[in-house]
Nanobody, 123 residues
Framework: QVQLAESGGGSVQAGGTLRISCVASEYTYMHNCMGWFRQAPGKEREAVAAIYRGGSPYYVDSVRDRFTISQDISKNSMTLQMNNLKPEDTGMYYC?????????????????WGQGTQVTVSS
């Protein structure tokens, strides 16, 4: 069973930067797409960014031009570089994987989730 492990996160002031990473225990074709979701207290989990293995990235409009998703295929890892952070970016960030990217959730039907890493942005 594939496992996802996040690292990074923390607390910064608005305008700051953070980087979070996710490593998959192994690669399978069912995990061709990896991405990030976030959930703020009292809100639903929402998509942030996703990327196909060896392919193009996907972003939601609210983070486009501020966040960059990248991958290291040799390490089955994925990184989200977050610049110009805003208080509304605060939340628990979850790594997710599924077979396909696309649609409103960016990772279609995620089959595997990480435990999450907290990102807090203060004003």
């Amino acid at each position: 069973q594939v496992q996802l492990a996040e690292s990074g996160g923390g607390s910064v002031q608005a305008g700051g930067t953070l980087r979070i990473s996710c490593v998959a225990s192994e690669y399978t074709y069912m995990h061709n797409c990896m991405g990030w979701f976030r959930q703020a207290p009292g809100k639903e989990r929402e998509a942030v960014a996703a990327i196909y293995r060896g392919g193009s990235p996907y972003y939601v409009d609210s983070v486009r031009d501020r966040f960059t998703i990248s991958q290291d295929i040799s390490k089955n890892s994925m990184t989200l570089q977050m610049n110009n952070l805003k208080p509304e970016d605060t939340g628990m960030y979850y790594c997710a994987a599924g077979r396909y990217c696309g649609g409103p959730r960016l990772v279609e039907s995620p089959t595997t989730w990480g435990q999450g890493t907290q990102v807090t942005v203060s004003s």
